[in-house]
């Protein structure tokens, strides 16, 4: 197993939990936590007996944005030459699904590492926030696509050219919530949320996600195209004939991930 600082990984059966642990500094996202979590998810990705990965903060914050005090000195050139916050790109290319369950802040990177998951689940505390413009930079990791798709054009103008944060319920109602959970309650529901999910066939649950994200890159047309194809193959998997005979059979499926 890998020692860790700014994160923890846990293996709880077929879930994956990442846990996000700078807690001095509100979980701000700097280098190292990048390094980590990639090398975390790496070992998630490899794992057969990984089913989905669960990506959590403290109560107080998922993350309150990209580590400002390493950013500060930088010079244009160092940005470019390095191509700052690429790496972050590790995460939406993840094949299993990934579920962010967020209490407290999640602003800026925050925000962004949240929307980078397949699910976001929050707490009723979870405040959400694009403040970059009050530093006199814009979102980097992808905020200024992903929030607009999410919540549409009106409301990302309103949260990016503000920098107001938004409260769970108001994240909900706009679409970027799938959920809003009591505090107390968020990673339990949270788990039980990935441990259904990695009780599925994961091939099936892979493709799933696939043709989900792919509606956002294509044309309605080519991705309904798309979906019916990778459908069409399932019929070769084992688990397309253990999940309807199952079904047929009136008992249980027992997916073997083939
Ligand atoms: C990736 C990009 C390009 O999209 C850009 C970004 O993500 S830029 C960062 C966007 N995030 C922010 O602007 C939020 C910054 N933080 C805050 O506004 C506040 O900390 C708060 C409202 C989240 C919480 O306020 P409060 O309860 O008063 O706690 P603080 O005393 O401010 O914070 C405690 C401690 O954490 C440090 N901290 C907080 N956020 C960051 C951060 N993003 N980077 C580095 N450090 C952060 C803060 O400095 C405090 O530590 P000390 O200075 O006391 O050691």
Redesign the pocket.
């Known amino acids: 197993m890998t020692d860790f600082e700014t994160i923890l990984l846990e293996k709880r059966g077929r879930v994956g939990v990442i846990t996000l642990n700078r807690p001095?500094?509100?979980n701000?996202?700097n280098s190292q936590v990048l390094q980590e979590l990639v090398v975390a998810l790496d070992d998630l990705e490899t794992d057969d007996g990984i089913g989905a990965i669960l990506i959590t903060g403290s109560e107080r914050?998922f993350a309150?944005?990209?580590?400002?005090?390493?950013?500060q000195p930088k010079s244009y050139m160092d940005m470019f030459m390095a191509d700052f916050?690429a790496g972050w790109d590790r995460l939406a290319s993840a094949r299993k699904p990934t579920i962010a369950a967020v209490s407290g802040?999640a602003?800026?990177?925050?925000c962004?590492l949240a929307m980078l998951c397949d699910i976001l689940l929050a707490s009723d505390t979870a405040k959400f926030g694009?403040?970059?413009i009050?530093?006199g930079?814009?979102?980097?990791?992808g905020?200024s696509q992903r929030l607009t798709r999410a919540v549409g054009k009106a409301k990302a103008m309103d949260l990016v050219l503000t920098g107001r944060n938004m409260d769970a319920e108001e994240a909900e109602r706009a679409g970027l919530v799938a959920r809003v959970i009591p505090a107390d309650e968020l990673l339990d529901e949270a788990l039980k949320t990935a441990e259904t999910i990695a009780s599925m066939s994961l091939p099936v649950a892979m493709v799933a996600k696939e043709a989900v994200n792919r509606s956002f890159e294509t044309t309605l047309s080519e991705g309904v195209r798309f979906e019916r194809r990778v459908f069409h193959s399932l019929f070769a998997t084992e688990d397309q004939k253990e999940g309807m005979a199952a079904f047929v059979e009136k008992r249980a499926p027992e997916f073997k991930n083939r």
């Not at 309150?64 to 950013?71: H, L, W």
């Open positions: 001095k500094a509100l701000a996202l914050a309150a944005g990209a580590d400002i005090k390493e950013m916050f802040f602003l800026g990177g925050g962004e694009q403040p970059e009050k530093l930079v814009i979102p980097g990791i905020g």
